[in-house]
């Protein structure tokens, strides 16, 4: 007897703050991945399905959206984490990489 089937991943990639096409508020978004991977003998082999998405915290409405757009919202989330939203770190008084001492000359 051979058992096989698939089984379901969600992965979370981010969390952006945007308009809700659903509600129309300001709020954060989940960026989620669902990969379906079939199975043999419940081992994943292989991925043969993968939906992109972004879910409201506020209301929970959901949207499925490309993979292209997927990735452009998840470089902008990447960009933003230092607080500069073009990506490049600005140095700041009393600013220093660990390790070193900022107010040394």
Not at 52 to 75: H, N, S, V
Request: aromatic share 12%; glycine share 10%.
């Amino acid at each position: 007897m051979i058992i096989f089937g698939t089984r379901g991943y969600l992965h979370q990639l981010a969390i952006l703050m945007m308009v809700c096409g659903w509600c129309g508020n300001p709020a954060a978004h989940t960026l989620r991945k669902r990969v379906t991977k079939f199975t043999l003998f419940f081992i994943p082999l292989f991925p043969f399905s993968t939906k992109y998405a972004t879910q409201c915290t506020f209301c929970g409405g959901e949207r499925q959206i490309p993979k292209e757009q997927a990735d452009q919202l998840l470089a902008q989330a990447h960009a933003g984490q230092d607080g500069n939203p073009h990506g490049t770190a600005q140095q700041q008084p009393g600013y220093a990489p660990p390790g070193q001492n900022p107010y040394q000359n």
